[in-house]
């Protein structure tokens, strides 16, 4: 069964670009992994926000994604990059 997450993080006011840079990455190493169906970037046009679009094949192929490098190296980056990180786990209905 499907995984579904919506992820919105919020650059602080002088990170933006670097943390683009990282989420770009992310993006790239993420659409390699074996459990990913889906794992779009969005950026918004009014503000510091990034929002993650991300389907996972299941529970252990989110877990492994979650163990990654890249996304461990993001956790340890997070609190001079972002302001704000908001992570749904979503049932898709239709």
């Known amino acids: 069964?499907?995984?579904?997450?919506?992820?919105?993080?919020k650059s602080k006011e002088t990170t933006t670009a670097a943390?683009?840079?990282?989420l770009?990455?992310?993006v790239a190493n993420s659409r390699k992994e074996e459990?990913?169906?889906q794992y779009d970037l969005h950026e918004s046009v009014s503000d510091r926000t990034f929002i993650f679009q991300e389907e996972w094949k299941d529970q252990l192929?989110?877990?492994a994604h979650n163990k990654q490098p890249y996304i461990l190296s993001f956790v340890e980056q997070a609190a001079t990059l972002t302001?704000?990180?908001i992570i749904y786990k979503t049932e898709k209905l239709a």
Do not use: E, F
């Open 61 to 63: 192929g989110l877990d």
């Open 24 to 26: 770009l990455d992310m």
């Open 83 to 85: 302001d704000d990180i």
């Open 19 to 22: 943390l683009k840079a990282v």
């Open 35 to 37: 459990a990913c169906i």
């Open 1 to 9: 069964m499907s995984i579904y997450l919506t992820a919105i993080v």
